[in-house]
């Protein structure tokens, strides 16, 4: 069965009778909420090492971690109705039914492992609606940064970008890191152009054949995107129409698939806006007067 590469970081066991020495749970229970880790092991000769998921047991204590291998293993030699009892000790979790016993070690993830803290009860997100696509394009794929995978409510970021919708209420709860130190300053760029959405697209795919990774946005009389490979040499695709530039001639580099991203989002025009004095290193700003998008530029060569 594929991993689903988005899974969350939190999984949830509905259990009932939960003491400050360990909780119980029903075999077959864990066994769903698993279903979207990765419970793989490797084999070597007939040596089984884990290579999977962790499972965080106790929310205050990062080193309350087990395989997920581990718990998966035992609960499908357990059968799906067995009630198991989990106790927390010093050397690990131990699990215990009928007359069977196992103690699963505390681990030590590494650094890129990825961890789902196990959470008491129904997930809220059960019934909660698919994320907005828009936002969901601006979520990290670094598994090693599991607050950056997910949308928060009405936005969503990669560490590098942000996508933001003041139409759709905040998550609850917050995001954990303070957005406002980056889209408020982001907000004042007073560098602005006033482009239509269509034809800045078809320019940006041209430009993204050429570079998949960086483009040149060149501001003044006409807006140039240009881009270079070692194939085809500097090509520059220029938009005239349906574009308007009020401020000082600027020149930044940004992702081209980044922007894509962003300008999906819009459908008619979208307000372009720079930072005055250091366009080329502060965050630009792309809004229709609802949606907004801000995106890290990249390095000028």
Not at 4 to 19: A, C, F, H, S
Not at 37 to 66: E, F, H, K, M, N
Request: net charge negative.
């Amino acid at each position: 069965m594929p991993i689903n590469e988005d899974r969350p970081t939190e999984l949830y066991m509905p259990i009932g009778n939960i003491t400050p020495d360990g909780f119980k749970f029903y075999a077959g229970k864990m066994l769903a909420a698993l279903k979207d880790y990765d419970c793989r092991t490797t084999r070597r000769d007939t040596q089984y090492t884990p290579a999977g998921d962790y499972v965080q047991i106790l929310p205050d204590d990062p080193g309350s971690c087990i395989y997920a291998c581990h718990l998966k293993a035992i609960c499908r030699e357990a059968g799906k109705d067995q009630v198991i009892n989990a106790e927390y000790g010093m050397e690990g979790l131990i699990l215990s039914y009928d007359n069977t016993k196992f103690t699963l070690l505390w681990q030590e993830p590494g650094h890129a492992a990825f961890i789902a803290l196990l959470q008491f009860g129904k997930s809220p997100m059960v019934d909660a609606p698919a994320p907005d696509p828009w936002l969901k394009r601006a979520c990290s794929k670094d598994k090693a940064r599991p607050q950056l995978l997910t949308v928060w409510g009405n936005m969503a970021t990669d560490g590098m970008r942000v996508h933001y919708d003041t139409r759709l209420e905040p998550s609850d709860p917050p995001f954990p890191r303070d957005m406002s130190f980056i889209m408020d300053p982001a907000r004042k760029n007073a560098n602005m152009a006033t482009i239509k959405v269509k034809p800045f697209i078809q320019a940006v795919k041209q430009a993204k054949v050429i570079c998949n990774w960086r483009v040149k946005l060149q501001f003044n009389g006409r807006l140039d995107l240009i881009a270079k490979s070692e194939e085809l040499g500097e090509s520059i695709i220029p938009l005239q129409s349906g574009y308007d530039h009020a401020g000082e001639d600027c020149t930044l580099a940004i992702n081209p698939a980044f922007l894509l991203d962003a300008l999906s989002g819009f459908t008619d025009e979208v307000y372009f806006c720079m930072n005055e004095q250091r366009p080329d290193k502060c965050p630009v700003y792309i809004t229709d007067g609802t949606r907004e998008a801000v995106i890290m530029p990249l390095t000028l060569e």
